[in-house]
């Protein structure tokens, strides 16, 4: 059974840094990771994306040179640092993963990814 658990959320000023970690266990091979964020009311939306089988990472337009993915494939670990954070960041943030729907010209979309973690929350205040 594939699980994920989220850490690193937490409170900082505006222009402050964060780095969550995605740790995933269970699963045998998966084609596709990503982020995602919800903010109360809102839909959940992709942050950033990396496919497994091609090795290119994606990126929401409003994280754009502000937050970096990486994998550690040893470690089974997606990280999502997080630099230069804004109110407009504040949301409970998921780690996604998926496998036959991953299609990276729709990497945003959170139908892509079957399992999901339980969130970690990440609040910045002005």
């Known amino acids: 059974q594939v699980q994920l658990v989220e850490s690193g959320g937490g409170s900082v000023q505006a222009g402050g840094s964060l780095t969550l970690s995605c740790v995933v266990s269970g699963f045998t091979y998966r084609k596709c990771m990503a982020w995602f964020r919800q903010a109360p009311g809102e839909q959940r939306e992709g942050v950033a994306g990396f496919y497994l089988n091609v090795g290119n990472t994606y990126y929401a337009d409003s994280v754009k040179g502000r937050f970096t993915l990486s994998l550690d494939y040893a470690k089974s670990t997606l990280t999502l640092q997080m630099n230069s954070l804004k109110p407009e960041d504040t949301a409970v943030y998921y780690c996604?993963?998926?496998?036959?729907?991953?299609?990276?010209?729709?990497?945003?979309?959170?139908?892509?990814?079957?399992?999901w973690g339980q969130g970690t929350q990440v609040t910045v205040s002005s």
């Open positions: 996604g993963l998926g496998q036959s729907g991953c299609d990276p010209s729709s990497w945003w979309s959170a139908e892509r990814y079957p399992d």
